[in-house]
């Protein structure tokens, strides 16, 4: 087994997380103590995993068919996972479905393809919300050299995808709120988001909690020019009663990337040739991804594709592969220039 990564990073032995994340620790064996906290919740998960299934079952036989528009709405950006969830929740459960892209100036055409091409092939209606480019240059640029958020979420997204990723969450949300949607869809891989968050009743205090972490991380006048990114006081006590549940399946659902692209393939998604090693379907992303490292010296990505390998879904050389090797230089000065970096 080998222990360094092609930058000669010492890396845990099991998992692929460097030396240079925060925290870590090897024992004699070159497993880190993040390996060793979670044997035991690993252990359990292919129960737990069944539980889910049943509860979510359950949550959609007592929603379905019963909102006024759709069962259910999707954050859908076009990449392979949240596809390979939209085709699961549609085909699976048959709902009505609703899908939103976040454009943020930097989906790549061949995801725009696919977004098309998915959406119509599984009949589901789609629409797409777009922030002036000035507003997205001036949070993309800022969040490209600071670190505007809680240290805790930059230990799993690198800062431009945590600004990006407050924007989608808010407009996604609102628009269920307005729409009285009972069910968010996210298409988090299972290494992204843990199991126990995977099917949660969002309500007002939570959601105002997370929207207050995310907007008073802002400058004042972004935060103004990103209104109807958030969700409005007065829908805390409008819309008390009809807060929806998120879920993100692919936690507690068979996660095999083979299966995923060749069962993706048949709806015609293209994986994309645009886009870097991480992300199928954000330009942005490889930028993103180098500023992160710049700064903390491990890749924002790393504690997802460590998750995934310590669950078995990735092959640990491919996982090395992902994250240890450099950002496509074109991708990152394709992205630097147009934020005027
Ligand atoms: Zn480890």
Redesign the pocket.
């Known amino acids: 087994m080998h222990n360094r990564s092609p930058g000669n990073l010492k890396i845990?032995s099991?998992?692929?997380?460097p030396e240079t994340f925060p925290g870590i620790k090897f024992d004699d064996q070159g497993?880190?103590n993040?390996?060793r906290k979670e044997q035991k919740a690993l252990q359990k998960s292919v129960e737990k995993k069944a539980q889910y299934r049943r509860r979510l079952d359950d949550l959609i036989n007592d929603i379905k068919g019963k909102a006024p528009l759709y069962d259910a709405v999707m954050a859908y950006s076009g990449g392979k996972d949240s596809s390979y969830t939209l085709k699961l929740i549609k085909e699976q459960y048959r709902l009505k479905l609703l899908a939103i892209t976040f454009d943020n100036h930097f989906v790549s055409p061949m995801a725009w393809e696919n977004i098309r091409t998915v959406t119509n092939t599984l009949e589901v209606d789609h629409i797409s919300f777009r922030p002036p480019w000035p507003v997205a240059k001036k949070i993309f640029s800022l969040t490209a050299q600071r670190d505007i958020f809680p240290r805790p979420t930059l230990l799993r997204a690198s800062a431009v995808c945590t600004s990006c990723m407050g924007m989608v969450k808010g407009v996604v949300l609102r628009t269920a709120l307005e729409m009285k949607i009972p069910l968010v869809a996210f298409g988090w891989s299972p290494g992204q988001a843990p199991i126990h968050s995977a099917i949660l009743k969002t309500n007002p205090k939570l959601i105002r909690q997370n929207q207050m972490a995310f907007g008073n991380a802002l400058p004042e006048d972004i935060r103004k020019e990103l209104k109807p990114y958030f969700i409005p006081e007065v829908y805390y006590q409008e819309y008390a009663d009809s807060f929806p549940y998120n879920i993100h399946p692919l936690a507690f659902f068979d996660y095999d990337e083979e299966e995923i692209m060749s069962e993706m393939r048949e709806l015609g998604w293209r994986p994309p040739e645009d886009t870097d090693t991480n992300s199928t379907n954000c330009l942005l992303n490889a930028f993103a991804n180098q500023c992160h490292i710049d700064r903390h010296g491990f890749h924002p990505y790393v504690w997802e594709i460590?998750n995934m390998v310590?669950q078995g879904v990735v092959d640990r050389d491919e996982g090395i592969a992902k994250i240890y090797s450099p950002q496509d230089p074109d991708m990152v000065k394709y992205a630097k220039e147009k934020l005027g970096l």
């Open positions: 845990c099991r998992c692929i997380l497993i880190c993040y390996c460590a310590r």
